[in-house]
DNA sequence: CGGAATTGCGAAAACGGTTTCGTGTTGACA
DNA sequence: TGTCAACACGAAACCGTTTTCGCAATTCCG
């Protein structure tokens, strides 16, 4: 790289010190006009401009903002990421993004590196395996370290810091409810290993709905699958049951049981409603469109990076750790019945 | 946040000068074993992290790269990003991720902002608002600043600099050719206004498919899709003009003109067959699946990052602008026939 | 035992800015 | 003519780290 203009230079050009430099570039009325005419002129003659690094050596801060995330080619995460960048820009902040890539190793080393002043705080969404193996003491350090933390979609209780999480349970409640109050009699749960916690809370939602509405839930009607199994030898059992009705915790099982289900000859949604979880492209274009439960990634993006900024530049007071519930909504569409 | 520990810190609090504090962590062989050992212990204890400002000015580099992308909630960027990201970190360095939502003020904002020695160098793909407008002086300004730049996706020739592009032409060849050898006679082109740089290569591989087939390109099959207007109706004419095949330069679109077929009771392949571009989750997983024309936006991400930090790091050696091609592939599917 | 080599450490400059606190020169006013 | 304020600018400290160089004190060797 071309070595940069600095305030040094522009001092020793025109025989005035840096001081003098950094004030007339201020507009400061320290500096007589004449002076102030003369250094801004070189400045923009020679497109000065203040090296970044320094000035946040010396503000100690950096208005970056890191975000670490399990996954980017994902509706759902990519919404987020799109809800922080948006605010965050509003702001006078920027992002630096990282992936975990759901392993606890790729987490924990993101977090050091960023932990190191690199950033002014933090949102993430924890990893799968970190969630199974219950370690967080990376996160607990952050949190004695005082570094701003704002944990978002899937977090867990023992972590004390700003949180954003989706109403799950009363997504798979509205699902389910929805389902049963179309018709559907014996609604099958299409979900993954219980590690994951939004995908319990859904199944607690669906398990909810079904004791309100005295179903005896049935352990033979729900399918944890195991994504390095085929998808289709893991749900076949489900569609021997005479099922009305599925809830999948995301678009890709809603699409695939749809598309099993066609095979089977079976009629979306009248011999078999399905709902999906994040409203994303598949729900949208896929015909039929996939009725699903919103969880709006955006806004949540949204609202973690206003927590976090707020802890941020109100580093002073007295902190509470907040909780923000966004709730989930049902968007409509074809792969369901309509409601009585 | 709390005031962090540094290197003055532990030089006070032992009664050493910070020097041997600096070198005691490195190991260095000037200081005393016993020396070393209390120093390190001290630094464990109240867990010492270098701060990452100071050794970025000091060392003159960030080992951050810039990338600004149009858009993040799409599967073809998020999927670059994903490439970008994974060989970055692969090589020790992280990712700023901006967006400029095909503005250029908002491009031209972000390259400002970044150019000011926050990253060792940027991958920038240019927003529509650019391309139309065909004002670069903002990356021109970059290159004579002799900043590491690569350009991905859409780019332009006179920005000098290494650019990675997908075969779009070849890619529009391929799929029109490949319709036109299912036994296609009447292919329409669905595709944006021509101003966006990879739509008009598109276009251009479109045509060139059909001269070699002896086939007169028709303007009234070509639809330049308005987004803020009504999609049915702007497809609708090309409808009643009996093709058999349809070129969709997204997978947005190809979708969409699926599911107009369908309403207007044409068989999706059998009375028309439909190519899209871009392979994300809605061409995989709706019904039909959609035959499209992959991108390997994977495959760039990692290439640019490649060619970046090629150049970051050989900074002495003279710099030719290098351009790597990555050539598109069809990945059939259930939206044509086979071909003969 | 004297000079040289080695060892162990500190002072200071450097990265590129900002900011506080002088300080010398004016000009006004008593 | 002496005093004081205002003006215009510079010196130096500071942010946190690395690194070169120099300087004692000790050890080694003849």
Redesign the pocket.
């Known amino acids: 790289m071309k070595?940069?203009?600095?305030?040094?230079?522009?001092?020793k050009e025109l025989?005035?010190?840096?001081?003098?430099?950094?004030?007339?570039?201020?507009d400061?009325?320290?500096?007589?006009?004449?002076?102030?005419q003369k250094i801004q002129a070189y400045a923009n003659l020679y497109n000065?401009?203040?090296?970044n690094?320094?000035?946040q050596?010396?503000?100690?801060k950096t208005k970056l903002i890191g975000v670490i995330l399990p996954q980017i080619v994902h509706h759902f995460f990519s919404t987020i990421i799109k809800g922080i960048e948006e605010v965050a820009n509003e702001k006078g902040y920027h992002i630096m993004v990282c992936f975990s890539k759901e392993s606890y190793k790729k987490e924990y080393e993101n977090l050091r590196v960023l932990s190191n002043?690199s950033v002014d705080g933090l949102i993430v969404s924890i990893a799968n395996e970190t969630l199974e193996n219950k370690d967080f003491s990376h996160f607990k350090d952050l949190v004695s370290e005082e570094i701003p933390l704002v944990l978002i979609d899937r977090v867990v209780s023992e972590i004390m810091c700003d949180k954003v999480v989706v109403d799950d349970v009363g997504g798979g409640y509205k699902a389910t409810d929805y389902l049963l109050h179309s018709g559907c009699k014996k609604i099958a749960l299409v979900t993954t290993p219980n590690h994951v916690s939004v995908s319990a809370l859904r199944r607690q939602g669906y398990e909810k709905a079904l004791i309100e509405n005295y179903i005896k839930s049935d352990a033979s009607l729900i399918v944890e699958i195991d994504d390095d199994k085929d998808f289709n030898t893991q749900i076949s059992h489900i569609f021997d049951q005479d099922i009305d009705g599925i809830l999948a915790v995301n678009e890709i099982y809603a699409a695939k049981c749809i598309r099993y289900a066609k095979e089977k000859q079976f009629d979306v949604p009248n011999d078999i409603s399905v709902i999906g979880f994040t409203d994303g492209l598949i729900s949208e274009y896929s015909t039929p469109s996939i009725t699903c439960v919103a969880q709006h990634g955006f806004l949540m993006g949204k609202q973690a990076v206003e927590m976090l900024i707020h802890h941020i530049e109100n580093d002073s007071e007295d902190y509470h750790p907040r909780r923000n519930v966004i709730s989930s909504d049902l968007i409509v569409r074809e792969s369901t019945k309509s409601s009585s």
Do not use: C, D, F, M
């Open positions: 070595q940069k203009i600095t305030i040094k230079t522009i001092a025989g005035v010190s840096t001081s003098t430099v950094s004030k007339a570039l201020k400061s009325h320290e500096i007589s006009e004449e002076t102030k000065y401009k203040p090296n690094l320094a000035l050596l010396r503000n100690q002043g």
